[in-house]
Every structure is written in structure tokens, then in C-alpha cells.
């Protein structure tokens, strides 16, 4: 993890494990105060001019909606000018040119890459190659294949801090996570985050086939963390603080897997959400298909909308503590 920092810094944003509680409450401080500073006169003004002198590259080469428009809203929140590559067909890759060589082109026009790639470990491997061979600018992973999305999972627990926040915050609660959770990668990063907290319970609840993977069960196993693995998701919902939708994630199926299972028992309506607690909260990263019925949406507890443009103001946070410039929103 030590890789990822500089002089006790964040650098690279690669991993969930690299952020320990006292980052994260600077971080969330940080997005609270530019949510804050948006909302006064010349507040956005003042923003902008905090990294106007830092450029981005946005390298996505996996489908993505608010990962890629939230980073670009953040960025344009700061001041820093974006360029993009979305479809590698459009650049030298189409002549044959190496991902690696690519991404060494962005790494000397801009100051910072967001990356967005379906190979596990490739933001990991990118960030290694440019601090040894090339010129080192942070990488912030915007999600790699089935493996880690550390930035959704840090605006993931934003979220739950801010709606948890007169309730003794995110410890001491039990969270369901429901739906794929073998292949949802913002599942994995959320669970990794949460791991350091304590006096926290964690129900999976998912169909046998797409339960957490072992690797995941054996780090909260080493930990002593309690969990349950259960395919009911009627009888678990009662007790539950927080409640984590996912849809499925059939892109990765090698051979029609998904079509094996019935996802509707993954999914909730406004019955099944009449019999959660009324202070608890739904989140849910989105893109959903059918395992949140739009009727569910104007109920207080739904969350995702407000998660979403939380996200926005965390990834904005993010880019001020990685260029150090985190402690200029005094100044205002
Ligand atoms: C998630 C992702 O890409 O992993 N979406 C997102 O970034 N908000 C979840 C998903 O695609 O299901």
C-alpha cells in the first residue's frame, strides 16, 4: 500500500485497502465542503480555480455512464481541463500500437489518468510500469474487470457516513449486500472498505452460484468479522440498516451462467420495502434493471439517486488531496 502514497500523500487510487479511517473522514470532509462551497456565490468560481493548472486524462475502456461523467464533473468542479479515450478503435491502438505505450502517451501530456478497464489488476500493472519505466502520474482506478472499484466504494461509504450521521455513523450496523456478488466488483471494494470498521454484520444474499467469493469470506473470516451467506433476502431485510442492491453481471458470463438463476428473488418493490426499518437506507452503484422496481424510488430510504451525486463531490475530493491541494478550500 506503501507504493500508492508519497511522502504520506495519496497518489495512486488503486485500492480500497489503501484507505484507513482517518483518510477517509479527511476525504469525506473534503467533499462536504465542496458541496458547501457550490452552493454559495462565487463559490464554483473560487473551485475552479484550485487545480486549474492540472489536466486529466479519462482512459475508459469499458462501458461506463456515471463513473466517466462523475470523474468529468468532478474534474470540471476543480478547474481541470479532460481530454478521452472511450473506444480504442478511434486511437493508435487500431494500428497496432500496445496498451502499455498508450497509456505511456497520456502519462506525458496530462498530470493524472482515470482508468476504466475490464482486466483485473491492469490500473495496478499501468501505475507499476510508469513509476519504474515511465513518467509517474497517478492512476485512479475507475474499475478494473470483476477485481476492485475503490472510488465507488469510497463514495458508497460517504453516503452511508452522511445518512448515518446522527446515528453514531457507519459502525455498529448490519448491511446487506444482494444480487451477483461473485463478479460485482463495487461489492467487493465496499465489503474490503467496511472491513476496517467496528462492530459491524454483514448478510450476503445471494443466489448459490453468484455468492462472495472465497477469497473475500476468508479476509473477513481472518478478521473475525461476522457474516452470513443466505439466499433469502425476505426474511434478512427486517433487521437490516443499510441494504445494497446489485444487478446481475452477465457481461461476464463464459457460458450463459446468468441464465441458470431466478434473479427476481433479488429484487425489491415497495411491499418487500415496507418491511425494512423506517430509518435505514437502499444504495445501489446503478446501472439497475429489475432489482429495484421505480416505485421504490420516492420512498426515504432510497438512496441511489443521492449516491450517485454524492459521488461527484467524492471524486472531486479525491483529485484535491492526490495534487495536495485539499487544505486551499480554507482560503474561501
Ligand atoms: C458499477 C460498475 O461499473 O462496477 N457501476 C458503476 O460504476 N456505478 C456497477 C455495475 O455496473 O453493475
Known amino acids: ?7 504520506e500523500r495519496l497518489y495512486h ?5 489503501q484507505f484507513e479511517e482517518a483518510l477517509m473522514e479527511r476525504l469525506f470532509d473534503t467533499a462536504d465542503l465542496i458541496k458547501e462551497i457550490t452552493r454559495k456565490s462565487n463559490g464554483s468560481g473560487f473551485l475552479k480555480s484550485v487545480l486549474q493548472h492540472k489536466k486529466a486524462m479519462l482512459y475508459f475502456t469499458q462501458p461506463s455512464t456515471r463513473t466517466f461523467l462523475s470523474f468529468l464533473g468532478a474534474c470540471q468542479l476543480v478547474g481541470m481541463d479532460t481530454a478521452e479515450v472511450r473506444d480504442p478503435s478511434l486511437s493508435s491502438e487500431y494500428k497496432g500500437e500496445s496498451q502499455e505505450d498508450g497509456v505511456r502517451v ?4 496530462f498530470d493524472c489518468i482515470v482508468m476504466r478497464d475490464p482486466k483485473p489488476g491492469f490500473c495496478e500493472y499501468m501505475a507499476y510500469l510508469l513509476d519504474t519505466t515511465g513518467r509517474s502520474v497517478p492512476i485512479l482506478n ?14 458508497d461509504l460517504y453516503t452511508m457516513h452522511r445518512s448515518f450521521l446522527s446515528r453514531g455513523g457507519i459502525r455498529k450496523k448490519r448491511y446487506a449486500f444482494v444480487g451477483d456478488l461473485l463478479r460485482g466488483r463495487a461489492v467487493r471494494s465496499v465489503v474490503f472498505l467496511l472491513s476496517q470498521y467496528q462492530d459491524l454484520e454483514f448478510h450476503f444474499v445471494a443466489p448459490d452460484a453468484f455468492q462472495i467469493a472465497p477469497d473475500l469470506e476468508d479476509h473477513l473470516k481472518t478478521l473475525g468479522i461476522s457474516h ?12 437490516m440498516d443499510c441494504v445494497y442492491m446489485t444487478r446481475l453481471q452477465d457481461e461476464y458470463d463464459l457460458s450463459g451462467e446468468s441464465q441458470l438463476v431466478d434473479y427476481s428473488r433479488y429484487s425489491l418493490d415497495l411491499g418487500k420495502v415496507k418491511n425494512m426499518k423506517p430509518e435505514s437506507i437502499i444504495l445501489h452503484p446503478l446501472p439497475r434493471r429489475d432489482e429495484i422496481h421505480p416505485e421504490v424510488d420516492a420512498d426515504p430510504r432510497a438512496m441511489y439517486w443521492r449516491q450517485l451525486r454524492n459521488g461527484m463531490y467524492l471524486r472531486a475530493a479525491l483529485l484535491l488531496h492526490v495534487f495536495g491541494a485539499a487544505h486551499r478550500l480554507q482560503e474561501y
Open 1 to 7: 500500500m506503501a507504493h500508492y502514497m508519497r511522502s
Open 106 to 109: 497520456f502519462s506525458s501530456y
Open 13 to 17: 487510487v488503486m485500492l480500497p485497502q
Open 142 to 155: 475507475g474499475g478494473s474487470g470483476k477485481d476492485q472499484h475503490p472510488t465507488q466504494a469510497l463514495l
Open 228 to 239: 452470513h451467506l443466505s439466499e433469502d433476502l425476505e426474511s434478512v431485510l427486517p433487521e
